[in-house]
């Protein structure tokens, strides 16, 4: 009985290999990854242009979470030496910019749309469509604006940073804080909304 379940432990083990190989290879499809930037298996990519450079991660960054473009729009382009935490979600219909070396805790969330329309029925009517199709192409009514981190940028556990929001160079966002407004660069805010409450240092 323990050599079966031996033989059943290393079949198992490398199928689940062969799987996790081909999750990679697919995630790598559906983003452009520069030189020493890193997939970990908890990651996610899902681009739903299908277009590879509309999600771009440079050098030597680490992601953990998820990023997802939508199907009528929306770019995110990564710098190098960034890190995205495990559970995080970075969605762009817009356009979502990350700087270089900016520290990205576990469970951010950030949004450059409102997702729906503030119509029911439109409301409705998109998430039929997603149920039905997937992500449409086209989306009216869905009210969206770029955001710009800048470099060194440290984003806590738990926070969201909304459509439209710069946060400045250096600046540190502390943990659970919804970012509405721009950030003043090697500033420290917390809060929700967030107030800045110190400042940090380049």
């Known amino acids: 009985m323990s050599t079966l379940f031996k033989l059943?432990?290393?079949?198992?083990?490398?199928?689940?290999?062969?799987?996790?190989?081909?999750?990679?290879?697919?995630?790598?499809?559906?983003?452009?990854?520069?030189?020493?930037?890193?997939?970990?298996?908890?990651?996610?990519?899902?681009?739903?242009?299908?277009?590879?450079?509309?999600?771009?991660?440079?050098?030597?960054?680490?992601i953990l979470g998820q990023l997802l473009v939508l199907g009528h729009g929306g770019t995110i382009k990564i710098g190098e030496s960034c890190f995205v935490g495990e559970n995080s979600r970075i969605w762009s219909a817009e356009s979502i910019?990350?700087?270089n070396r900016v520290l990205?805790?576990?469970?951010?969330?950030?949004?450059?749309?409102?997702?729906?329309?503030?119509?029911?029925?439109?409301?409705s009517l998109h998430i039929k469509k997603i149920f039905s199709t997937g992500h449409p192409t086209h989306l009216e009514d869905v009210a969206s604006a770029?955001?710009?981190i800048e470099d060194d940028a440290w984003i806590g556990f738990n926070?969201?940073?909304?459509?439209?929001v710069r946060i400045g160079r250096g600046a540190i966002v502390g943990a659970a804080t919804v970012?509405?407004?721009?950030?003043?660069?090697?500033?420290i805010v917390a809060g929700n909304p967030?107030?800045?409450?110190?400042?940090?240092?380049p």
Do not use: M
């Open 8 to 62: 059943a432990h290393k079949v198992y083990g490398a199928f689940s290999r062969l799987i996790e190989k081909a999750e990679f290879l697919h995630k790598k499809e559906s983003c452009i990854l520069e030189q020493g930037a890193h997939l970990y298996p908890s990651s996610r990519i899902e681009n739903n242009q299908a277009k590879r450079e509309s999600i771009v991660i440079a050098a030597h960054s680490q």
């Open 194 to 201: 967030a107030k800045i409450i110190g400042n940090a240092t």
């Open 97 to 99: 910019a990350i700087g």
């Open 146 to 148: 770029p955001i710009v």
């Open 159 to 164: 926070s969201s940073i909304l459509k439209g």
């Open 179 to 187: 970012v509405t407004k721009d950030v003043p660069a090697y500033a």
């Open 104 to 123: 990205i805790s576990h469970n951010v969330n950030i949004h450059d749309h409102n997702a729906h329309s503030l119509s029911a029925e439109r409301r």
